[in-house]
């Protein structure tokens, strides 16, 4: 392949990859479903993808590595005190759970498929395993209760490198029956990448932990650092022991994550980029490699294996690891539905089936397109099914419609209160002790604390939060929290209201615009205004539009003494104000201002 087509290669899959993203982005699906897509068509249905020929001797150890970035970037997110809350049941999900989830679909392949009992095996550790490149979309999606994400949530990143570790011991096992020693062999290579691979990750997690504590490198060169530890931690313990790599990216991300001092944030941010990159490409070029006349040639016992999975496999699964615990039925329910297999069923499988292919091993061939096929029928389902049961099972979040205030001080409780009365959730942050218990007693959520501080990292509950509302007197806050919860809440639902020194600060003396927060307010108002005129008898109050008190009869009684804040549609949705108005309200609609007292006019004396 020359190089004119090896680049127009690479702009196909840049291109298929955003256009997957932006479409599950719309539809609200995993992407995996639309990349799996985009794949097979591109590769056997039209042959335009040849993922061999592209790459040849490099396809494999690029899989490898691109794997080994999705688990790290996973595992930074899996913080010990979620662990202590949950930890039993996934402890069980991903030992007693996935044994049996292992031996239902060993069993079941064997006896439906033809399956040897070694390629069954093997196919059991590839597909027992979720993975949070599917996980994680879905709960996007799907919005389930705290208890129920923060489970599937750990359960996909654990399961990962473990579902690869029993995988490993299984091919090791097969590899060496031949010889007499298959079981001898795989204890001594579970125990060794055990070994192995914790303390490269360990060792790596601490060290670039110490690096970036201690600021030895600038910021810019952190993702970098990162970047390199990862994939040295997993080619150097894969070096020293076969396959370990995977488990030392793992407990690398984990330590970091828990490591005091250390802020992962940024490196979140960028790790969560790149996978979204490496997920894409990822998936379209495994996709291309698929075989379909392998995969139709299984004929209708895959579907038979598929509704094992999904109705035996996973519910045992559950029953097993929430036996005795405080989840109600409901959330177990949820919990024995969603288990889509991801990115490492898929890796690990086309890896394994090419090796034990090139030995000469039967049935190898068939991994691959039965993976596939778990894949994405897991995901088919699930995705259509999942959001829909969560609502009838009512373990699914509302909407995040609330609102994050900084600040409890008068002007942001009187905003609180009528939002509050409107049906939203409300939480305001203030270090004023003062300002805090005021709005307790006015029966206000609060946070005591600096809502940008490590401890409000730990605590600050966004659950069903979907904009915010910088409210402080200082413009630095408000600054530094529009900037601070940005990856939390859009641009266009950050809000604040501008100091009385702002406007008459110098570019270089000011924050970006984009830094602030957007202005609240249908007309400019500053802080030390709003506050002025609440201290002077204005109020804000709340009043529906009907079809005989319009917005123009609204403007014609208030004129300039009401500033709207915002505005509340029939359906119950929240439109915040800003200069000029987006929304014309109508009939049904209710508005939240800011009037003054209208003044009289003196009254003349006749002498």
Known sequence: MNEQHILLAFAAIGAASLACQWL????????????????????????????????????????????????????????LSEWREIGSVVRRMVTIGALATWAVIAVSTHYLLGFSWEMALLLGTLTLVTGPTVIVPMLRVVRPKASVANILRWEGIVIDPIGALLAVVVYSFIITSSEGNGWHSGIGTFAGVIACGSVFGIAAGWGL?????????????????????????????????????????????????????????????FKENLSVLLISGLFILLAARLDLSALLALGPAVLVLLVIIQF????????????????????????????????????????????????????????VPLTFAVIIGTVVLQSATARPLAKLLKVAEPAPSGFLIVGANPI?????????????????????????????????????????SQDAEAHLDLVGLGHLLALSPSSELNALAC???????????????????????????????????????????????????????????????????????????????????????????????????????????????????EQSSPQVTTP
């Not at 996973?314 to 690891?321: D, E, F, I, K």
């Open 312 to 367: 035996v496999a996973r519910p045992l699964n559950v029953a097993l690891s929430t036996f005795g615990s405080s989840l109600n039925w409901r959330e177990r329910a949820l919990l024995a539905w969603i288990s889509p297999r991801g990115i490492v069923a898929a890796a690990v499988s086309a890896i394994f089936a090419i090796r034990l292919g090139e030995l000469g091993y039967e049935g190898a061939e068939l991994l």
């Open 24 to 79: 599950a982005w719309r539809l609200r699906l995993p992407a995996i479903l639309f990349l799996l897509i985009a794949g097979i068509l591109a590769g056997p249905v039209l042959g335009w993808l040849d993922p061999q020929a592209l790459f040849g001797n490099l396809l494999l150890p690029m899989v490898s590595m691109a794997v080994a970035l999705i688990l790290f970037e996973g595992s930074l997110t899996l913080h």
């Open 412 to 452: 942001a409780r009187a905003l609180g209160t009528a939002l509050q009365e409107l049906g939203n959730r409300v939480l305001l942050c203030d270090s004023s002790w003062e300002n805090i218990s005021t709005a307790r007693m006015q029966k206000l959520p609060t946070y005591f604390g600096n809502p940008t």
């Open 209 to 269: 932990g110490q690096v970036l504590k201690r600021q030895w490198l600038p910021d810019y060169l952190h993702n970098l650092a990162v970047l390199a530890t990862v994939l040295g931690a997993f080619i150097a313990s894969n070096e020293v022991m076969h396959e370990s790599g995977l488990l030392a990216v793992t407990l690398m991300g984990m330590w970091l994550a828990n490591m005091k001092g250390v802020d992962v944030r940024h490196i979140l941010h």
């Open 483 to 597: 900037m601070h919860f940005r990856h939390d809440f859009a641009a266009s639902r950050r809000f604040t209201l501008p100091s009385g020194t702002e406007s008459r600060r110098s570019d270089k003396h000011r924050s970006r615009d984009a830094v602030r927060g957007r202005p609240l307010g249908s007309r400019t108002l500053s802080f030390p205004q709003f506050a002025s005129r609440l201290s002077k008898g204005a109020e804000v109050r709340t009043t529906t539009l009907t079809s005989t008190f319009d917005w123009q009869a609204y403007q014609n009684l208030h004129g300039d003494r009401a500033v709207v804040l915002l505005a509340c549609d029939p359906s119950g949705w929240i439109h915040i104000a800003t200069q000029p108005l987006e929304v014309l309200p109508g009939p049904g609609w209710t508005l939240v201002a800011l009037i003054e007292e």
